[in-house]
RNA sequence: GGAAGGAUGCCGGAGUGGACGAACGGGACAGUCUCGAAAACUGUUGAGGUCUUCUGGGCCUCCGUGGGUUCGAAUCCCACUCCUUCCGCCA
């Protein structure tokens, strides 16, 4: 949730701010929640007064009756009886006015970061890092996408998949299936010199999935089980960005350094139809997220931090990348300033979004109600939030299957998985 | 799944309808004492909202959550959640 005391005091920064997400809607949606909040608090004004009028006469009744004057209790008991049916309605007006007011908060999206780049889609995100290890020609053997090479080589066997579970699934077999793993593995202990390791679970409460900006805007794009009332997590964003919900935190404890290897479950509800093959999009799939909770002021540098260590993970796999900054129109809802890592993926001729790290200023920790306390002060605030794919394991297997495949046909592991491939240094060629 | 008990402030723990935002103890912080420290003594010590004539003050809310009864609820009633113990089942 945006901070609602900024927007009424200095609503036309926040507009100003609003407007290079380029939504009319949306600015719309800022006056209107502006209107019914003013209106909120005149009713909350006459409300309390109410009430302490109230607890006044209450106060009084229990003096009149330990006095042993009856008649003087009953006629203020009437009085109040009175003002109560008053406060009932106002209460209730209130509740209401409130409700949509909150409703509204929870479908505006963050305030951009100042130095965010301006744009109106994902044509507009500037390239700032690389493009590093592209080769300018690549050889025949590299242009076959990874769906038919990983097929032919067995590592591969969506048809299966798809007879189990239906469309959108994936499943790797052999080496194949270790090389996902070994991913898993190779962001965690890449990452494990400042990062707890949490195994999170995977199915949450509406809550919590709530907290991070999934609902209640986006509830097609999630799984839901509606007998219990839990939806699979999309990303390990999810639990771990709750983890310290409600609670307020020490200045001392802060930044908190959180790293989770999760399934991710995605109904991919608007994409149906669209990199049906291979392993580029898929219902369920494994990551390795990498999250902290920060003061405001820590949060910059943080960023940076993540990015760097989502970097370091990608370039030691050997494959070709850029960095893109994520320009104001393509920002998700809960982001405040993101960058991509992209891949280069010669077989599909395509640059593949394998990590995404992004700062929520204090949008996602107000939802969750993420707090912390500097010591000798009165008070609490608001933390930040910032998260990272360390590594999403599909895309980065199909560039490794296009990127590493030797004119013979193997695939050739890069060196920093080869520890956790129980010794295989190839994914051999088929007989 | 069945049964019983429980949920109160930073912690422990009282409180079963009237001045309770909450006794008492512990902790923490500040002061007194001291060369300094310990001990002792004194004081302070939750959060959120709203208004304001704003280095302050007023009012409202919060005793697991949500409803209800009442002039008045931590206290009574209903539902739910979570925890503990026992039984059953189980990777």
């Known amino acids: 949730m945006i901070d609602l005391r900024l927007l009424r005091t200095q609503p036309e920064r926040v507009r100003t701010a609003m407007a290079r997400r380029g939504s009319a809607e949306l600015l719309a949606q800022l006056d209107e929640t502006l209107h019914l909040d003013e209106r909120a608090r005149e009713i909350v004004a006459r409300r309390d007064a109410i009430r302490a009028r109230v607890n006044d006469l209450s106060k009084q009744v229990g003096q009149l009756r330990k006095a042993g004057d009856a008649n003087a209790a009953e ?22 006015v409130q409700g949509a007011v909150r409703d509204l908060l929870l479908r505006i999206p963050n305030v951009p970061h100042d130095e965010a780049p301006d744009g109106t889609s994902d044509h ?23 769906w038919e090479t990983a097929t032919a080589l067995g590592v591969l066997d969506n048809e299966r998949a798809t007879k189990i579970s239906g469309a959108m699934f994936t499943m790797q077999r052999g080496l194949g299936a270790t090389l996902s793993r070994a991913l898993c593995q190779y962001a965690l202990d890449t990452n494990a010199d400042a990062f707890e390791e949490i195994r999170p679970p995977s199915l949450v409460t509406t809550a919590t999935l709530t907290a991070t900006g999934q609902l209640p805007k986006f509830a097609d794009d999630a799984y839901a089980i509606e007998r219990d009332d839990l939806w699979c997590i999309p990303t390990a ?13 020490d200045e001392a404890q802060l930044p908190i350094r959180m790293m989770a290897y999760t399934p991710c479950y995605r109904r991919e509800a608007g994409s149906a139809g669209r990199d049906t093959r291979g392993m580029l999009r898929a219902h369920e799939f494994d990551k390795v997220e990498i999250l902290a909770v920060t003061t405001p002021a820590q949060g910059a540098e943080m960023l940076i931090e993540l990015r760097d260590r989502a970097e370091r993970l990608i370039s030691g796999l050997e494959l070709p990348y850029r960095i893109i900054e994520i320009c104001t129109g393509d920002m998700g809802q809960s982001h405040h300033r993101s960058f991509d890592l992209e891949v280069y993926a010669p077989g599909c001729d395509n640059w593949l979004e394998v990590s995404s790290v992004s700062w929520f200023s204090d949008y996602q920790a107000r939802r ?9 002060e009165k008070g609490t605030q608001i933390a930040n939030t910032l998260n990272g794919s360390a590594l999403a394991v599909p895309r980065v297997w199909a560039a490794i299957m296009e990127n590493h495949r030797q004119p013979d046909g193997s695939v050739s592991i890069p060196t920093a998985l080869r520890p956790y491939m129980r010794g295989a240094t190839s994914i051999p060629a088929a007989s």
Not at 124 to 146: E, I, S
């Open 75 to 96: 006629s203020l008991q009437a009085e109040s009886r009175i003002l109560g049916d008053e406060e009932k309605g106002l209460a209730a007006e209130y509740d209401d």
């Open 124 to 146: 507009d995100n500037p390239v700032v890092k690389g493009p590093f290890g592209l080769l300018d020609d690549y050889p025949a053997h590299q242009r076959v996408p990874h």
């Open 237 to 249: 964003e999810v639990p771990l960005t709750s983890l310290y919900g409600g609670e307020v935190l």
């Open 368 to 376: 969750a109600d993420i707090r912390y306390r500097t010591a000798g």
